[in-house]
T-cell receptor, first 110, second 113 residues
Framework: GENVEQHPSTLSVQEGDSAVIKCTYSDSASNYFPWYKQELGKRPQLIIDIRSNVGEKKDQRIAVTLNKTAKHFSLHITETQPEDSAVYFCAASGYSTLTFGKGTMLLVSP | SQTIHQWPATLVQPVGSPLSLECTVEGTSNPNLYWYRQAAGRGLQLLFYSVGIGQISSEVPQNLSASRPQDRQFILSSKKLLLSDSGFYLC????????????FGPGTRLLVL
C-alpha cells in the first residue's frame, strides 16, 4: 500500500519568515495530494490540494509543488503569521483511501 | 452544502464499558464514510471506511467495530473499552470515487478511565 513520509516533525519560525514542509510517497499510482491544517483541539481542515496533472498551485500565502518523478510534494507558506501555528498533514491518494503523513507542528513566534 | 455531525462531543467512560459514537452527513448521497482515531499529539489512524450501506472495511485489528445502517449514518462501537481506546475520534466523508477530498466532522474526545 501507499506510504507517506513527512518532514520535519516540528518547525519553528519567526513571524514573516517562510515555512516549507516536505512529503514523499511510495505509490506511483497516487494522483491526489491534499494538505490539511489542524489547530489545537479542532478538526483537520483542507487548506490546499494538487492533482498529478499540475506541478504547482498557489492560494494567497500558501503554495504546493509536486514532483511526480521524484514522488515528493511540498507545502510552502510565505509571510508566516502567529495564526499559522498548527499541525499540518500531507496525504496521498490513488485508487484507494487517503494515506496521511504523521504531521508537522508549525510554531510561528511573534 | 454538505455538513457532517458527530456526537457526543466529549465522553468519559470507565474501562470495560460499551461505546457508541455516531456520525451523520447532510447534503450529499452515497458518500464514502471514514472513522479515524487520533491519540494525543499523534497522527491520524484510519480505523474503518465504508463505500455503502452495510459495507465496512477494517484497517486495523482492535476491539472496535463500525456499522452503516443508513446511507448517511456511520456508527463506531465497542463492547468493552480499554484504556488505550482514549483519543480523539474523527468521522469524515468524501464523494464516492477514488482520489477525493475528505471532510472531517468536529470529532469526539473520548477518555477511558
Amino acid at each position: 500500500g501507499e506510504n507517506v513520509e513527512q518532514h520535519p516533525s516540528t518547525l519553528s519560525v519567526q513571524e514573516g519568515d517562510s515555512a516549507v514542509i516536505k512529503c514523499t510517497y511510495s505509490d506511483s499510482a497516487s494522483n491526489y495530494f491534499p494538505w490539511y491544517k489542524q489547530e489545537l483541539g479542532k478538526r483537520p481542515q483542507l487548506i490546499i490540494d494538487i492533482r498529478s496533472n499540475v506541478g504547482e498551485k498557489k492560494d494567497q500565502r500558501i503554495a504546493v509543488t509536486l514532483n511526480k518523478t521524484a514522488k515528493h510534494f511540498s507545502l510552502h507558506i510565505t509571510e508566516t503569521q502567529p495564526e499559522d501555528s498548527a499541525v499540518y498533514f500531507c496525504a496521498a491518494s490513488g485508487y484507494s483511501t487517503l494515506t496521511f503523513g504523521k504531521g508537522t507542528m508549525l510554531l510561528v513566534s511573534p | 452544502s454538505q455538513t457532517i455531525h458527530q456526537w457526543p462531543a466529549t465522553l468519559v467512560q470507565p474501562v470495560g464499558s460499551p461505546l457508541s459514537l455516531e456520525c451523520t452527513v447532510e447534503g450529499t448521497s452515497n458518500p464514502n464514510l471514514y472513522w479515524y482515531r487520533q491519540a494525543a499529539g499523534r497522527g491520524l489512524q484510519l480505523l474503518f471506511y465504508s463505500v455503502g450501506i452495510g459495507q465496512i472495511s477494517s484497517e486495523v485489528p482492535q476491539n472496535l467495530s463500525a456499522s452503516r445502517p443508513q446511507d448517511r449514518q456511520f456508527i463506531l462501537s465497542s463492547k468493552k473499552l480499554l484504556l488505550s481506546d482514549s483519543g480523539f475520534y474523527l468521522c469524515a466523508w468524501s464523494l464516492a470515487r477514488a482520489g477525493e477530498t475528505q471532510y472531517f466532522g468536529p470529532g469526539t474526545r473520548l477518555l477511558v478511565l
